[in-house]
């Protein structure tokens, strides 16, 4: 028992901020925005902490099941995160843009941000590194249609149809998910898999994990974690007001928090050459973010009445198309490079720059 609880100790840290941090709410938006924004913070570190430990028990039964399931897992996991800090913050604020803003943060920090550092760090140590190409394309075309259908076309779309429209698209994101499922699970789940030569493999934990276990901590986890969230969305949005930050800058720490496990994951692949696992993770996250959090996110907004803004900016479609197409002839080939890591990186580096111009 010592044991397993010197092990989950991030999780725990967790636990006992949620609790210290519930019943002072109020207080916390009562000591002006640095206060709040300083303990938001705290509350983010903290449920990033949480979301770990929720994906590295994914992550263990992910190592039980194999590839492609395993890998399932862990976007899932990482997606239901996102979903569900995402719906309680869509409840205590009225942001029509939160959604749009995290959709597309999230598509950026997964292939430009993991991807691409993934990649250049990979590139570095290994030279040319490969995987399944038909995963890649695969992943690339599901990733520009279902964000063309449900990020571009909503922009021509006249409001008085928008109720019409979002059902329209919650019934394509599910049909082409189910779609997706069917390939990665069934007959085709080779498309997403990739034959490297067998050799001594790492115990992701360092005690023997039960499946059992681990989905009980994992469901504790994500409980947890929408508590926190609760608790750090008033504060954490009342500190950023003060501040004078941009209001994208709330959708990034949103991102961040469903992703932050995967970039570690991700580079750890890719530091042993395993690049199939990065492109699964990386592009894999950023299909389930968009077919899974947009038909989520509009049932809500039709069950409320109230409609998202979901067409992005033109800034934000720029640079959605870029990196699109970009991804799509890196990886085209069935190898990735350190260059191709670093164009990956640069449009990484340019969506942080514009966040931090408001654009």
């Known amino acids: 028992m010592l044991t397993l609880l010197n ?4 999780l725990l840290l967790a636990v006992l901020l949620a609790v210290l941090a519930w019943p002072l709410q109020g207080q916390l938006l009562g000591h002006g925005h ?3 924004l300083l303990a938001g913070l705290v509350l983010v570190v903290a449920i990033i902490c949480a979301s770990m430990r929720v994906a590295q028990h994914a992550e263990v039964l992910a190592e039980k099941v194999g590839d492609p399931y395993g890998t399932m897992i862990l976007t899932l996991s990482a997606v239901m995160v996102e979903v569900l800090v995402l719906a309680i913050m869509m409840s ?3 942001s029509p843009t939160l959604v749009r803003d995290t959709i597309y943060s999230a598509v950026m920090l997964d292939i430009n941000g993991i991807l691409g550092l993934a990649a250049l760090m990979g590139g570095l140590k290994h030279g040319e590194q490969s995987y399944n190409d038909d995963s890649a394309r695969t992943y690339s075309v599901m990733i520009m249609t279902a964000m063309g259908v449900s990020m ?4 021509f779309i006249p409001r008085g149809d928008w109720k019409l429209y979002s059902a329209f698209t919650i019934a394509a994101m599910l049909l082409l998910y189910a779609l997706f499922l069917r390939m990665q699970v069934g007959p085709h789940s080779y498309f997403f898999s990739y034959s490297y030569p067998q050799k001594k493999r790492r115990n992701i934990s360092p005690i023997p994990t039960s499946k059992t276990r681990s989905m009980v901590i994992l469901v504790a986890g994500v409980v947890i974690i929408g508590v926190l969230a609760e608790t750090m969305s008033h504060p954490l949005e009342y500190g950023l007001e003060g501040s004078g930050a941009p209001p994208v800058l709330m959708a990034i720490v949103v991102a961040t928090i469903s992703a932050a496990p995967e970039i570690l ?3 750890r692949a890719a530091l042993a050459n395993r690049m199939q696992s990065v492109v699964n993770i990386a592009m894999g996250a950023s299909l389930s973010t968009v077919i899974l959090t947009v038909p989520l996110m509009e049932a809500m907004a039709l ?3 109230q409609p998202f803004q979901m067409a992005m900016t033109p800034v934000q479609t720029v640079m959605i198309s870029i990196t699109l197409i970009v991804s799509a002839i890196n990886l085209n080939d069935g190898e990735t490079n350190a260059i191709e ?5 640069v449009l990484f580096a340019t969506f942080i720059l514009l966040a931090t111009l408001g654009l």
């Open 7 to 10: 092990q989950e100790k991030p």
């Open 265 to 267: 994951t991700a580079l």
């Open 152 to 155: 571009v076309v909503p922009e």
């Open 92 to 94: 205590n604020q009225s």
């Open 303 to 305: 069950y409320t009445g």
């Open 34 to 36: 640095t206060v709040a």
């Open 341 to 345: 890591g670093m164009t990956h990186f």
